[in-house]
């Protein structure tokens, strides 16, 4: 009995030291086995791995395609345009040895922190070369693929592998907006004075040409009015001349009725006249016939 009180305790620290020793690589990352600061081994391939319980660490790292987003950065171009751009790399280690190397227990984070400034200074070295109008143009991607090149070249020595740069961001300074700004406003306004100018014009060429139309009817229908007037009064005077003709004495009757009807109007003004004015001649004799 007290053998098996013994034995007990020394299996189930033996199943500790050997649980210990063992452990698991997930096929998303690559691991190293580290003894005292340096590296023992070396595993890429997923499934069980094994250490020296105690003595032996396991360090891992990804295995999987990292991103990092650069510091915004203010490039001088070689036509002397200063333009603020930022990109946008994806990396992966590729020798997790050498990236153990270069960047110590610091791991990923410590690896942007050297990477950043490799990729500022390739945008520095491609971007400098070239004139404003490449960037914007359908030469950026020869461009973000001569930064990738030169940011590969230099960062090989940390174990990584830049896979790929984009320029994600292309601004002018702050400075330069507001002058930026007020030449589009400027450029804008003088557009729209033109456009003003030239809607004035046309309006004063339409108020024109409907002026001269107004005149040229008017004038027209005064004429014809004119003319029927004048049809008019000769029609009328034709009429008077028959009826004269025909019937003197009822024509003189008639036009002395007029004369009553316009002379004789309430409000107008007394008439002061000869009491043997011919004026009177049908009020005064008897039935309606001129007095002798």
Do not use: C, H
């Not at 032996?56 to 991103?67: C, F, K, M, P, S």
């Not at 004048?230 to 008639?254: L, M, Q, V």
């Not at 002379?263 to 004015?277: C, M």
């Amino acid at each position: 009995m007290a053998r098996i009180q013994y034995v007990l305790p020394a299996l189930l620290a033996l199943g500790a030291v050997a649980l210990s020793s063992v452990f698991i690589v997930d096929e998303r990352e690559q691991v190293l086995v580290m003894q005292f600061g340096q590296v023992k081994q070396e595993i890429k391939e997923p499934g069980l791995g094994f250490k020296l319980p105690l003595i032996q660490d396991v360090v891992r790292y990804e295995d999987r395609i990292l991103g990092l987003q650069s510091q915004s950065l203010e490039v001088t171009l070689r036509d002397n345009r200063r333009l603020v751009m930022d990109a946008f790399a994806r990396w992966r280690i590729t020798n997790p040895v050498d990236f153990r190397e270069a960047v110590g227990p610091g791991g990923v984070e410590a690896a942007q922190t050297r990477l950043d400034p490799i990729i500022s200074a390739a945008m520095r070295q491609v971007l400098g070369s070239v004139n404003s109008n490449a960037v914007l143009s359908e030469d950026r991607t020869g461009l973000m693929n001569a930064i990738r090149d030169i940011a590969r070249q230099q960062s090989a020595s940390l174990g990584i592998e830049v896979i790929d740069v984009r320029l994600t961001r292309t601004d002018l300074p702050e400075q330069n907006l507001a002058a930026t700004y007020a030449r589009m406003r400027a450029e804008r306004e003088r557009e729209a004075a033109d456009e003003i100018a030239r809607g004035n014009e046309a309006a004063s060429r339409l108020k024109a040409a409907a002026d001269r139309e107004v005149v040229v009817t008017t004038s027209d229908a005064r004429r014809q009015a004119e003319v029927i007037r004048g049809e008019s009064d000769a029609a009328r005077n034709a009429i008077y001349a028959e009826a004269f003709g025909k019937d003197p004495e009822f024509f003189a009757f008639t036009r002395s009725l007029t004369a009553y009807e316009r002379a004789l109007r309430e409000g107008n003004s007394s008439i002061v006249l000869s009491p043997d004015s011919e004026f009177f001649n049908y009020l005064n004799a008897p039935g309606g016939k001129t007095a002798n």
